[in-house]
């Protein structure tokens, strides 16, 4: 076959952006347990381990631009250096939303009782595997079927947010029914809005992810099918 | 078949020009790159088989390219695409050998009836050869020679330089017209037989492999003057840049072995996503 080189970086490029959603997962793991347990040295390690994914995604960036200056892919291996080159950013983005799950459950509590934190986090990370694994196989079924449980992924974090800020509403009228001196009010009220914030950005960053393994599905059926059904 | 003659009486003939009043005619024939509603037919090809002897050189090939667009011609070496390209204006009747079937129509005839005279066809479909070959000639001559030929009552001069100033050559060489030809770069010389080319003022500029003796700065002068000169007339190039063909043409047609038109489409179709696997493995370089 002509151009042996050129297709073993392709094959080569693929298997690495898969590598790199390994890590990535790896990484994403790490984090909701992090945060679900308040394991702070855990959680440590997934923020300092983001520099390894960064590094990754510079790597593959630069050998997509080559690819593209060096051999001037066409067809469809054009779209599998565009779509690889979009995915990686996905990836990275995930990468990021990781450290900071991670930096949410700060305490030995980890976050807040009224999400289901470790099953909200498992589905959307289970999405991005599943997303992956469409992108190595060429699997576009499975993007599609992925981008109808983003839906799913999205109501259950809404409904996750007012579960929250009804807590919060919740034990303040309690506070308020115990007839509680001021200064224990107010401290009492900070922390529980220190839990809800965290609570409330780390069931938005989950949605996020869920976001991004939409993406990576719509380029993989771009890839694929040369098709932007799923692409906004 | 050679497609590199130099400087011929033959290929001047394919530079005149005449005052027929060939006509188009307008063609509605849909999707897959062919003439659209909006768009007129230049140049129709139907059912053309090309032989060199007993061996097929081009197998059953139609299309209809579309006025004023840049149409590219690719495929892998011997596939036929030179062959099919000198048919258009009948360069092939030079090769005794030669036999063309099937209709070629511009401005309403089959350029093959027996009627169309080859030399006046030749004047109204101009073609630009691989290697630049002006005549041992002024610049000035060089471009007036089809001219000249057909006896042009007009202003020849002022032909001169609007032919020049077409092929983007006037600025480099306004100040010496009289200067040999043959002492242009080959960029220049190239860009001069393309001015000598649309001088008799044609309606479609056959181009074959019209970069590949170029450097790339030269080639991508020649790049740049194709794209201003479909503003104008219906281009049709054969080049073996896949790239070159990707980022000038509107269409493209790739030709594989056995003289075979297996993909006729848009350009960017071709490029990004091709119908036929024969054409994705040709243009991924995993084939050919």
């Known amino acids: 076959m002509p151009r042996e080189n050129y297709q073993r970086r392709l094959d080569a490029l693929r298997a690495d952006v898969v590598a790199m959603s390994d890590l990535v997962r790896e990484r994403y793991d790490a984090a909701v347990e992090a945060a679900a347990t308040g394991d702070e040295t855990l959680a440590r390690a997934v923020i300092e381990g983001d520099e390894a994914v960064n590094e990754r995604y510079l790597a593959l960036e630069d050998e997509c631009v080559e690819l593209h200056a060096l051999q001037q892919p066409v067809a469809s291996d054009l779209r599998l250096v565009t779509a690889s080159f979009k995915i990686i950013t996905d990836l990275e983005r995930v990468g990021d939303l990781a450290t900071n799950l991670a930096a949410y459950g700060t305490d030995d509590a980890g976050l807040h009782p009224a999400i289901a934190f470790r099953r909200l986090a498992g589905a959307a990370g289970e999405m991005v595997a599943d997303a992956m694994a469409a992108y190595e196989a060429g699997d576009t079924d499975a993007c599609r079927r992925i981008d109808a449980r983003d839906d799913d992924l999205d109501e259950r974090c809404r409904r996750a947010s007012e579960a929250v800020v009804r807590n919060l509403l919740e034990a303040d009228r309690a506070r308020s029914d115990e007839n509680r001196t001021a200064t224990n009010n107010a401290d009492d009220l900070a922390t529980a809005l220190d839990e809800v914030s965290s609570a409330l950005l780390a069931v938005r960053d989950i949605e996020r992810v869920g976001d991004h393994a939409v993406n990576i599905a719509a380029r993989t059926v771009y890839m694929v099918d040369n098709d932007d059904e799923l692409i906004y | ?288």
């Open chain 2, 1 to 288: 078949m050679s497609n590199t003659e130099t400087g011929t009486e033959t290929e001047a003939e394919t530079e005149r020009q005449t005052s027929d009043s060939l006509i188009t005619t307008d063609v509605e024939t849909g999707s897959n790159g062919r003439a659209t509603a909006s768009e007129r037919t230049a140049v129709a090809a139907r059912d053309v088989d090309v032989y060199y002897g007993d061996e097929q050189a081009i197998d059953g090939v139609s299309m209809e390219i579309p006025e004023k667009r840049v149409v590219a011609l690719i495929g892998p070496s011997g596939c036929g695409k030179s062959t099919f390209l000198r048919c258009i204006n009948r360069m092939n009747d030079m090769i005794d050998v030669c036999r063309v079937e099937g209709d070629i129509e511009f401005g309403g005839k089959n350029v093959y009836d027996g009627d169309v005279d080859p030399v006046a066809l030749r004047r109204k479909i101009g073609m630009v050869f691989q290697e630049p070959n002006p005549f041992p000639k002024s610049i000035r001559d060089n471009v007036a020679y089809g001219l000249k030929i057909q006896k042009f009552d007009g202003d020849v001069d002022a032909r001169v330089e609007e032919s020049l100033k077409s092929a983007a050559l006037w600025d480099e060489v306004n100040d010496k017209l009289d200067s040999s030809g043959l002492d242009l770069s080959g960029g220049q010389q190239q860009r001069l037989c393309i001015a000598r080319a649309i001088a008799p003022d044609p309606e479609v500029i056959l181009m074959d492999e019209p970069t590949s003796a170029l450097d790339p700065i030269a080639a991508s002068k020649i790049e740049d003057l194709i794209d201003d000169l479909a503003e104008e007339y219906t281009v049709i190039i054969v080049t073996h840049n896949m790239q070159q063909a990707a980022r000038i043409s509107d269409r493209t047609a790739v030709f594989l072995t056995g003289g075979q038109l297996v993909e006729y489409d848009d350009t960017t179709t071709i490029f990004e996503d091709p119908e036929h696997d024969r054409v994705e493995d040709y243009i991924t370089g995993k084939f050919g």
